[in-house]
């Protein structure tokens, strides 16, 4: 158990539509990370945030919205869903600004959306 | 931009067969590397990291050698177990990045009994 706890594990939904997915970073963690996983794309970077604020972005499409609140837990808003939006998307936490460098990220165990 | 290469997957093997996984990578500066390891139905766990160049990483009888002049990081295993099967995902990070990490695509390795 990794300590960050994602929801929802499974959500089937249809085009058009729009979802949040929730993350709770470990105990201490001030830095939250959203990635996408899916076959064709594997493993993408979509948003970091710290401690409530946006710190990097990457490949995320102007349809997807994040946002860290002052209890540190993490949204992503996925709007006007498209088939190539199924996929599993990763939050992952890390003490600090600088998780990477250092390995340090732990991951949940992912949301799975299905886009019918 | 910075990037990570992976060999194919899926690689198949024998239990206490050899195991190696290649991974390459693309940076502007000296990055940190690491190996994430996926099992079944869970999230991605760091597996072993190196920071600079030569550097030995190693953890549950995996190494890998932070190779600058070759921009390789490759994973190996001396002798595999079934427990072992799993994607393998070989990441990289850069200074001022702000800790993200680049993934390669994933090898998966299954090893039978």
């Known amino acids: 158990d990794s300590g960050v706890t994602q929801t929802p594990k499974h959500l089937i939904t249809a085009t058009g539509q729009r979802v949040t997915l929730r993350c709770s970073p470990r105990?201490?963690?001030?830095?939250v990370y959203w990635y996408q996983q899916s076959l064709d794309q594997g493993l993408q970077f979509l948003i970091q945030?710290?401690?409530?604020?946006?710190?990097a972005k990457g490949n995320i499409l102007e349809r997807f919205s994040a946002q860290q609140f002052p209890d540190l837990h993490s949204e992503l808003n996925l709007s006007s869903l498209e088939l190539g939006d199924s996929a599993l998307y990763f939050c992952a936490s890390s003490v600090d600004l600088a998780g990477g460098l250092t390995g340090e990220l732990f991951f949940g165990e992912g949301s799975r959306l299905t886009v019918l | 931009g910075n990037s990570v290469t992976q060999m194919e997957g899926p690689v198949t093997l024998s239990e206490e067969a050899f195991l190696t996984i290649n991974c390459t990578y693309t940076a502007t500066g000296y990055p940190s590397l690491f190996w994430y390891v996926q099992y079944p139905g869970e999230g991605l766990q760091l597996l072993l990291k190196?920071?600079?160049?030569?550097d030995k990483g190693s953890n549950k009888g995996f190494e890998a050698t932070y190779r600058k002049e070759t921009t390789s990081f490759h994973l190996e295993k001396g002798s595999v177990q079934v427990s072992d099967s799993a994607v393998y995902f070989c990441?990289?990070?850069?200074?001022?990045?702000?800790?993200?990490?680049?993934f390669g695509q994933g090898t998966e390795l299954s090893v039978k009994p």
């Open positions: 105990s201490g963690d001030l830095s």
């Open positions: 190196a920071t600079k160049a030569d």
């Open positions: 990441a990289l990070s850069e200074l001022g990045q702000g800790g993200k990490l680049i």
């Open positions: 945030y710290y401690n409530g604020e946006e710190r």
